[in-house]
T-cell receptor, first 112, second 115 residues
Framework: GNSVTQMEGPVTLSEEAFLTINCTYT??????LFWYVQYPGEGLQLLLKATKADDKGSNKGFEATYRKETTSFHLEKGSVQVSDSAVYFC???????????FGSGTRLSIRP | NAGVTQTPKFQVLKTGQSMTLQCAQDMNHEYMSWYRQDPGMGLRLIHYSVGAGITDQGEVPNGYNVSRSTTEDFPLRLLSAAPSQTSVYFC??????????????FGPGTRLTVT
């Protein structure tokens, strides 16, 4: 079945450091891929998405590229801020399916 | 638009009690779902609905019931609460899945404690 695997946290970085959170997926078809972010005490909100191979999603300085050959969708940001501290979820959905599948989440903490 | 609303925000139940978590959306979304979030487990799908009158089980449906009589509302019922149901519950909604991908909109969550 379909699944999403993302790097375990917590990840702790200093402000202005480079961030990578790895995400790989298993899918039978051609899924859409997502990164969601959950700030403390809130629900999840969409950060970025990509709907086909080689697409790059970007938002708020974060980027992720849909890599079909490596079945990956790694999240990157060149210079993190304290306000980026949150839990990040990688997810996928297939057009023929009725549900979205989430990874287990990666907690990110940024030190001033 | 209010988006996705959930009530209550917090609830404490005793083992064996029943209750209903409310979820409503005003975006005319066809698809609605319930998740529970536990430490280290990410989000697990409980039940989902692809339209009024249609529901289906997710990954962890035992102990929960749902119904979808209107497009707007998707309540989650706990039949006989157990300590294992202590969790944070999120409701989400979206348009139907399609080849362009679709965004799920999440409510703020209900934190449930069962003693």
């Amino acid at each position: 079945g379909n699944s999403v695997t993302q790097m375990e946290g917590p990840v702790t970085l200093s402000e202005e450091a480079f961030l990578t959170i790895n995400c790989t997926y298993t899918a039978t078809g051609y899924p859409s891929l997502f990164w969601y972010v959950q700030y403390p005490g809130e629900g999840l909100q969409l950060l970025l998405k990509a709907t086909k191979a080689d697409d790059k999603g970007s938002n708020k300085g974060f980027e992720a590229t849909y890599r079909k050959e490596t079945t990956s969708f790694h999240l990157e940001k060149g210079s993190v801020q304290v306000s980026d501290s949150a839990v990040y979820f990688c997810a996928l959905s297939e057009s023929s399916a009725s549900k979205i599948i989430f990874g287990s989440g990666t907690r990110l903490s940024i030190r001033p | 638009n209010a988006g996705v609303t959930q009530t209550p925000k917090f609830q404490v139940l005793k083992t064996g009690q029943s209750m209903t978590l409310q979820c409503a959306q005003d975006m005319n979304h066809e698809y609605m779902s319930w998740y529970r979030q536990d430490p280290g487990m990410g989000l697990r799908l409980i039940h989902y609905s692809v339209g009024a009158g249609i529901t289906d089980q997710g990954e962890v449906p035992n102990g929960y019931n749902v119904s979808r009589s209107t497009t707007e509302d998707f309540p989650l019922r706990l039949l006989s609460a157990a300590p294992s149901q202590t969790s944070v519950y999120f409701c989400a909604s979206s348009y139907s899945p399609g080849s362009s991908g679709y965004e799920q909109y999440f409510g703020p969550g209900t934190r449930l404690t069962v003693t």
